[in-house]
Structures are given as C-alpha cells and as structure tokens.
C-alpha cells in the first residue's frame, strides 16, 4: 500500500496555513467519523489516514521534515511499514490527541462508539479528602463500657450550593474536549521500536472527564468550604491510651466530589489515683490499720462503676493481694474482663498519743506479737511473685 501524500489527504495546500490544515482536518473528520459511518471500514481508514496527516502537518517540526524527506522523514516508510501504517494509530489515540478538534460536534456521542469511552473511564482520578485526627479523653467506665462521642469538628464540607460538584449548575460543567471524559490522553512515541502509546493523566481537566465552564459562587468551583460537623461514633470498651479508631469517610471532604478522609480518633486515658490500669487488670492501693488487719474487716474499694465492699480476713498480711474477679476492664476484641486487685497495705501510726503507746507496749510483749511468718510468707521470691502475678 503507497501512502498517499499528507496534503492531498487533507485536501489543502503545501502553503497551508495552521489554521487553515486544521480547518481541512475537522471537516475530513465529521465526513469520516465513526459514529456517522458504522460499519464502514474504508471510512475508518479515511479517518485515520487523516488523523495521520494532521498529526504530522499539525506540528512544525514533524511538518518541516516531511516537506524535507517525505514519509521517511516522519517515522513511517513510504510502504507504510513500521509507522502509522497498518493501524499504528488506533481510533483511541485519534480521540485523546485530536479530541479539541471534534469538540462541539461530537460531544458526549462517542460511548456508542464500541470499546470507546465508557471502557476507559477507568482511568480517571478519584481525590481523596485528607484525614483528620482528634483526641477524646475517656475515664476508666468510658474503657470498661464503651462510651458513644459526639465531637464537633471543624473540617472542609460539601459545598451546599453546587452539592460538591464547583460548578453553577448543571449546564455549566461539559465533558473535557480534550479526553472526552476519559480522564486520560494517549500519546504516540516515537522509540527506537517504532511507535510506542502512552496514556497520561489528561493535562486539561486533569483526570476528571469533566471541565466547569461557570464555577460555583459560594466555593469558587472547589466543591468544597470550611466548615463544621457534628460527629457521633462509639467508642467500643477496651480501648485505651494511644489507641486510634477510624471513622470512616467523616474526614476532609475531597474536592468536586472525591472521596471523603476518614476521622482518625485517638484515645487518651484519665488517669485514676485510686485506680491504676495494667492491661485489662486494676490495681488499687488499699490501705488499713493494724488492727483491721489483725481483726478483719469490711472495707469499701473503687471500681470503675462506683466501690464495691470486701472483707479483709483476721490476719490479713501487708502485701497480700485480694483478687475481685471480672472487676477489671474489658480487652479490645476479646471476651471476659480483667481483675481488680487489691493490694493490701498495713498503715503503721506514725504518732502516739501516751495511752496508744501503752496499749501497744502491752501487746508487744504478747507472745501472739511476736512475728512468726509462715513459710511462703517467709520465702521473699514467693511473696514477690504474688504481688506481680
Ligand atoms: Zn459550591
């Protein structure tokens, strides 16, 4: 097959002006289009063969070369080998390079085209709002039962007005000439292997398929203001210090209707005096006299939910640790609570009265008063291993 000459295809002079090849190569393109001639492989080839030329003639140094040396001089050998001959130049790339040409005529007609258009929407770009990361403070019963937050958070939001979209109204957003709501532009390379296609991010609408022709008065065609949101989320029980929730799609609203960012909540723990959280155990401080100790007792302990009352046997040890079973918190994902241990501490009076003296000097004599420490008791390793268990 003999290439025909890239002038005469287009039907214009050597002298052809830009504007005047241009001109030629828009008409040459409604005669031949695809959609104005199904089925019709010689207008198909018609098409291409002038989309070939107005590629070359459209650009100057393609152009100079050609007057120069021909077909030769533009990649493609005069039998056509190699270059754009035998259908190197593909109707996608005719579309995504040529695209403003068709412009007005053939807007939004080519999804009818087959394996045009709908097929490469895929590669349009999806924004992503960004992530907001916020703080809740929660007490113990917040960890122990789970606690539902309401945080009023300041944020970028849908514009109301143009409902995210940044344009005026509907007539003022076209799809993109350029890539025809693809998002996407094809380019023809010439490599060391002929003629390579790459696709790229579509420079006019930069991926979106759509151009807005008035934008939006309220958020100047950003789709999205500055705003505020109420947010309600559960916080499940079990959470504790530095551990992070997401809230999906409460972040910053994306711009023109992308996705939204996520709410990152981060956990922090008020600190209890009376209660010390290790892990999902509570550890409490519990402090009586000698003579609780030695006589036994019913004392009043902190929970989470309020106090709950134990009894200290007659005898009860310093460092002895009484065990209140599920009284802890619950674990993340986890069945059953921790433990609440209470650690007994024996408070020894650090002033006397003289009668309190007496008294005590009495019993100190007493051979009951005499230490006399079991063998755990006794076995230091022992009694350490119990406070930590
Ligand atoms: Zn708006």
Redesign the pocket.
């Known amino acids: 097959m003999t290439k025909r000459d890239y002038y005469e295809v287009l039907g214009v002079s050597k002298t052809a002006t830009a504007e005047e090849i241009k001109k030629a190569y828009r008409k040459k393109a409604i005669e031949f289009h695809p959609d104005k001639n199904p089925d019709n492989k010689e207008a198909e080839e018609k098409f291409k063969e002038a989309a070939e030329a107005y590629d070359v003639l459209s650009t100057p140094d393609k152009r100079q070369r050609y007057d120069q040396f021909g077909h030769a001089g533009v990649g493609g050998a005069a039998s056509g080998g190699g270059g754009y001959g035998g259908g190197g130049f593909s109707m996608d790339d005719i579309f995504s390079n040529f695209g403003d040409i068709f412009g007005g005529h053939f807007g939004g007609g080519f999804s009818s085209f087959g394996g045009f258009g709908g097929g490469s929407r895929g590669g349009q770009q999806v924004r992503y709002g960004s992530d907001i990361r916020v703080r809740v403070k929660l007490s113990l019963k917040d960890v122990a039962h789970g606690v539902e937050k309401k945080l009023k958070v300041s944020k970028t939001i849908k514009?109301s007005?143009?409902h995210g979209s940044?344009a005026k109204d509907t007539n003022s957003v076209t799809t993109c000439s350029n890539c025809h709501g693809t998002g996407q532009v094809m380019h023809v390379v010439s490599t060391m292997l002929g003629r390579m296609q790459t696709s790229a991010v579509c420079p006019k609408c930069h991926g979106e398929g759509k151009v807005i022709t008035t934008p939006?008065g309220?958020?100047h065609g950003?789709?999205v203001?500055k705003g505020e949101e109420e947010i309600s989320f559960k916080i499940p029980a079990g959470m504790g210090e530095g551990m992070q929730l997401n809230v999906n799609g409460k972040g910053n609203a994306a711009r023109r209707g992308g996705q939204n960012g996520d709410l990152l909540v981060v956990v922090e723990e008020e600190k209890s005096e009376d209660l010390i959280r290790d892990g999902d155990n509570l550890i409490h401080n519990l402090f009586i006299n000698i003579s609780e100790a030695a006589l036994g007792a019913n004392v009043e302990v902190p929970t989470v939910d309020g106090r709950a009352k134990i009894a200290v046997k007659a005898g009860t040890q310093p460092g002895t640790i009484l065990r209140l079973a599920g009284k802890g918190l619950p674990t993340v994902n986890r069945y059953g609570n921790g433990d609440l241990l209470v650690y007994v501490n024996v408070w020894i009076p650090k002033n006397l009265d003289k009668d309190e003296r007496k008294a005590l000097e009495k019993l100190s004599a007493s051979a009951n008063f005499k230490p006399a420490p079991d063998a755990s008791e006794k076995n230091f390793m022992d009694r350490m291993r119990k406070i930590f268990q």
Request: some cysteine; hydrophobic content about 10%; charged content about 10%.
């Open positions: 514009c007005t143009c940044g939006c309220t958020c950003e789709g203001v």
